[in-house]
């Protein structure tokens, strides 16, 4: 089946790192626009990072901006979030998805344009 499957959340302290993976299967990704997204409780989900087809435009929220990084591998369809300097506030469940439509890399910050989601990884930064 084609599924994307989220890794490597956790509990951190403030202030370390982790590193979640998408891993995508099913099909090849290489055509698609990928994200990260994250819902807390009680809350909308909301927009993280954004990378176009290549890996060579990235877009992230003005929240995570300096701390976290989106890349992606094709050749092991598979897509990352490198979080670092975390604080409580990221404390979510966080989801990667996939984009089939084109648009430019500002486009990709909306979670409408996603076709395919996984089903989340939680990360918890305790205080």
């Known amino acids: 089946q084609v599924q994307l499957v989220e890794s490597g959340g956790g509990l951190v302290q403030a202030g370390g790192s982790l590193r979640l993976s998408c891993a995508a299967s099913?099909?090849?990704?290489?055509?698609?626009?990928m994200g990260w997204f994250r819902q807390a409780p009680g809350k909308e989900r909301e927009f993280v990072a954004a990378i176009d087809m290549s890996g060579g435009l990235t877009a992230h929220s003005a929240s995570v901006k300096g701390r976290f990084a989106i890349s992606r591998d094709n050749a092991k369809n598979t897509l990352y979030l490198q979080m670092n300097s975390l604080k409580p506030e990221d404390t979510a469940v966080y989801y990667c998805a996939a984009a089939t439509a084109y648009g430019g890399i500002n486009y990709y910050t909306d979670l409408a344009k996603y076709n395919l989601w996984g089903q989340g990884t939680q990360v918890t930064v305790s205080s």
């Open positions: 099913g099909r090849t990704f290489s055509g698609d626009a």
